[in-house]
C-alpha cells in the first residue's frame, strides 16, 4: 500500500539475553521505534496527537518470527510498510535487518483509539490523507 520506510538501531548490551543475542522481546521495541519514526517522518507526534485530535495508537495485535539471532553491536535495520488502512486501525508489515540476513518479520495492528476512553476512534484525516500520497 504505502512506500517502504527504514531506520537503523545498534544492539546494545543491555538488548541482549545472556547468550548475547537480542532478548525476543525487544524485537517489539525496535519495531515500535520505527512507527513512531515512520509517524514523525509524516509530519505527526505522538504526544501532540494526545492533545489533538486527542487519539492515540495502540498495538491491537502482533504476529512475529523469529528467523536468525541478532547479536550485540550488529547495526540492524528495521523497515515498515503499511499493508493495510482501516477506519480506525492500519496493519503493518515490519522486518528486522542485520546485513541481508533477515531476522525477525511480523505483522503489527494498530488501533487508532480516543485518548480519553480507549475506545475506537477514526483516523484523523489529515493522517489519511498523508498515507494516500505514500
Known sequence: ???EFSI???VYYEDTDAGGVVYYANYLK???????????SLG??????IKAPGIVFA?????????KPA?????LTIKSVVEHVGKA???????????D???????????????????????PDDIEQKLKTL
Request: charge should be positive; aromatic fraction near 12%.
Open 1 to 3: 500500500m504505502s512506500s
Open 8 to 10: 537503523s538501531v545498534r
Open 30 to 40: 525496535f519495531m515500535e521505534r520505527a512507527r513512531t519514526e515512520w509517524l514523525r
Open 44 to 49: 505527526f507526534e505522538q504526544d501532540d496527537l
Open 59 to 67: 498495538v491491537r495485535s502482533v504476529q512475529l518470527d523469529f528467523l
Open 71 to 75: 547479536r550485540f553491536n550488529n547495526v
Open 89 to 99: 486501525s492500519l496493519v503493518f508489515k515490519q522486518w528486522i535487518m542485520h546485513n
Open 101 to 123: 540476513i533477515k531476522c525477525c518479520e511480523g505483522k503489527i495492528k494498530v488501533a487508532c483509539l480516543d485518548a480519553d476512553t480507549f475506545s475506537p476512534s477514526p483516523i
